[in-house]
């Protein structure tokens, strides 16, 4: 048969492709049938769900996040597993909240896992616990930031990381330690600026600065953006323009390096400026910004803190994580890596062993029992879980890149060292 | 500007939407990432080599897709190219993880005076080479015998057909030329921003926005497009709010599409010819 | 086998496809099965609803989250802030996204192809950021959870299986005013309208209003699925009910299963959406992103071998078995190509 434009079709072509349609739905039928199966396993293994996103616009932060876990698993099941009991890591990709929530079902009724944890981005998060609680399955929280994952009255749901609330009292303290004095005026006389990316992850941490600001008795006026903007000058020149005593940050990776690339084109000068340890964090921050990263402020966990502030133990097995993470990714561990591994890892060390079984009441009964003091993990944070399973003992600390390296400087008790160019220098003078 | 340059070739002249061309412009960063990286090259001079490259690579290994892809109907052009787009993201996921990546040069911070105004150098760079090519290529379509044959085949293929041209050929020559415009957006953008595997599809919808806006098929419309968006982006961000820059842009957009289809200088009644 | 047989045979094929997830659904009782199938149907309804305006009518809009959403933010708006159950809510939210439409529909009505196909996007994308934005209303990036205790009342379900129900009732729906669309009146004036829209015109077809009332419809019915999806999973956020990756899936469902035919976007869904959740699992741990090239070439290879869909393919197949020499002829559908 002749087609319009020319060319010829033989019956050969469409059989071919009824041919082909076949051998998909026959393909699809089979591995339908081996998703369908259930898995078996071990009895003496115990199998832990981890989620993470692995594809799209987090993937690099969630195969991060992912590798914390299964350093810890490795380290773990190097001394013999949990009493007798090896691990096992059952991964999953969890890129969005229908993602999720299809993938943890998937782990629970097939893969036969017995308790979940994860994961990268709140609102991820928000989706698996929603499972956990309907399957009556542990969830072991890592470093998801939203309030509302410890609100929602969830039994399992567990979070040992610092939460909103955490991560934006590092950067009152910040402000109220650290510049306020410097600046010669009250918190309440203080012109606040903060900058956020406006997904869920900058806007929960803005709402929770502001109402901690509040508490000071200081005031803050909250100016979000879309973080995968190409171009934040028109931010720039309105914060130029505005010219705060204090800018604050909430940003991701790329929007981090080009605002500041752009502040300096535009030449603005933020003298006294903190940013959430989540874009600036990163050693490759450092080397997109080069020399003018240095004296950047972040509030994050400890990533690298005075080693006396931790108790010796601590300080072994963070020798131990970043040895490994370096040697499997071949770069320092970036915080929240390493607060997945801290997670993962009080919990095989810690949790588990106490609880003796997966057991939710057992997990729970030993999770809430726990009490140790700040210092006793590798992020400095100590351990005292709250009804609703939030960790009161996580906290962040201010972190300052110096000579291209990131050194906690503030509290006095975890700092390496002491806190220099505040306030920060012109541009050409770094 | 120069990534719309690109599209309106591709999009105005063979009215094929093509979801997969901000994929090439990551890869062309990329590529000028590990040259810099892993060879120390500069950007500009890894241009030399990866624009030619990628021209060739459609006029050779993508040619039967290419001639596929502009028979196909609107739907197919659109999905497959999504597929194209899905894939490639992909690839690069794969291949080098999703981190941002970006380089420092010894000129990355380097300031221009111009008339009174600090402009990058990168940055200019980039608009001076984009406006070369800009005259360059109108010149190409208005003078040469090859560019008038693109604009025949764009008005209408059955009768550039009938005249003699070998529409095959043009279609593909335009397809290469619009992803070699594609990779030099790449490599002018590499120094300035950062890349990461969904880069891609910001700069093209972007992009799409200031070819309808500017006009399609028309070459001055793009620019003239360019900096109209470029202009109402800097402004709303600054007086009205960052996010809701883009929500003015595409208010634009959709004004212009609704007052003017054909975009500021394109041809009216091209925006009917759509199907056809 | 005679013309007629194929004839059945056909509606029996689209019957047996109709009927699988409800059967399957109440044959199994398995929550990640129950769940799976939800999440299929739920694609399903959009893709049917996504079909009447892009494949009926084959306006390609790829802003077609932004009645989703609205469907999913106005019902679930309206049962936080009012108590309104979902239930009512989901008309209302259809109302305005029909709306929603319409305002589109008007905007828009010079514009054919490409034209149309950008400025949905564009729509869609300034739904997403008013959505970001307005936070006082929607509580923007940071979303919505809904209470999940059971009480049908409100359209929280207990069990997974009741979604099941409920979302195979929808489909259902949605196929049978397909069906009866193609072949009313209206349906042959978008028979008229989609093939030569000015020889439409000229027999006297109203092509604007037409326009209108199929985007309207459209609309409408996507807003329902919008509800749908937000009382099964619970939470809605900008970026999950009005991100494009989800405009672009309800599209290539229709396309891959068959524009413009009732059960090609059901078909479509259920190749597309099962394939994709499989290479997740089994390809999703190991290189991430693997998954999703195997996805994007396959896309690509479909395209290429069925540009018409895989329904119409299966009808042809159909057809030339029923009358291999009558056949011959016009078996091929009409494919739309260009000179």
Redesign the interface.
Known sequence: MITP?GRSSSGLTRRYSTASLLNIVGTMLVSAGLLFAPVDGRAQDWRIGALFPL???????G?EALAGDQIAVDMVNEQGGVKGHKIILVTADATNPAVATNEARRLVTRENVKLLTGTYGSSISLAIAAVANQFNVPYWEGSAVSDELTSRGYKYVFRMNDNASAMSGGLVEAVTDLFAPKIGKPVKDLKIVMIHE?SAFGTSIAKTFEAQIKQKGGSVTL????A????????V??IKQANPDVLVATQY??DA??FW?QA????YNPRYFVAIGAGQATP?YY??V?K?GEGVLLADVPSRIKPEALLPEARKMQDEFFKRYEAKMGKPPASHATRHFSAMHTLLTKILPAAGSLEPEAIRKAVLALDEPVGSTILGFGLKFAENGQNERAFNVVLQWQDGKLVSVWPQRFAVAAPVSVPLPDWNKR | MTVSIGVSLI?GVM?V?NFAHGEFIMLAMYAVYWAHELAGWDPYLTGLAVVPLAFLLCATLLRPFIL?L???????Q???T??????????A??LW??????I?TGY??T?IDLFGV?V?LTRLVAFVIAAILVVGLHLFLQRTLFGKAIRATAQN??TA?LMGIDVDRVDVLVFGLGIATAALAGVLLMPI??V???VGF??A??A??VV?LGGLGSLPGAVLGGLLIGFV??????FI???????VY??V??LI??VR?AGLLGQRGS?????? | MTVRRGELVSWGLQAVLIAAPLVIGLAVNDNFLHDSLTQVLLFAILALSWNIL?GFARQ?S?GHVAFFGIGAYTSTLLALNFGISPWIGMFAGGAIAAAAGALLGV??F??????????T???A??MR??A??MRGLTKGSEGITIDSTPNIAMFVLGSLGSYVIVGFALMLALYVLSVLLARSKVGLKLLAYREEEEAARALGVRTIRLRLLVMVLSAFCTAIGGTFYAQYLLFIDPDSVLGIELS?QM??LS??GG?GTAIGPILGTYLVVPFGQLLRAHLGSE????H??V??????FV??KM?NGVWPAIEAWLKRKAAPDAASADAQPV?????
């Open positions: 434009d594809s799209g616009n987090l993937s690099v932060l195969t406006d100016e979000p953006y879309p995968a903007t190409q171009d934040l000058s028109p931010l020149l309105r990776f790329n390096i080009l690339r300096r084109n535009h030449d490759d080397k997109g080069g003018d | 999009f009215r939407i596929w502009v028979r196909s109907s609107v739907l197919v659109v999905f497959a999504l597929g194209l787009s899905i894939a490639l993201q992909n690839v996921l794969v993880k999703g981190n941002y990546r970006s420092r990355s911070s300031l600090q990058p293929r059955r057909r921003y950062s990461s595997p969904g910001q700069n919808l972007i799409f926005v309808v982006e800097v402004m709303s961000g600054y709010s960052p996010s809701m820059k883009q929500i595409f208010g957009f959709i599409l609704v289809p925006e009917e010819m759509g199907l056809k | 892009g390609v790829v905007v828009t010079r514009l054919r192809g490409k034209f149309f196909t950008m400025a996007l564009a729509f994308e300034v950021i008013l970001v934005d672009l599209a290539l396309v891959v524009v290189l991430a992103g693997l999703l090239v996805y994007g070439l396959a896309l690509i395209l290429y540009p494919v739309e190509k260009r000179a």
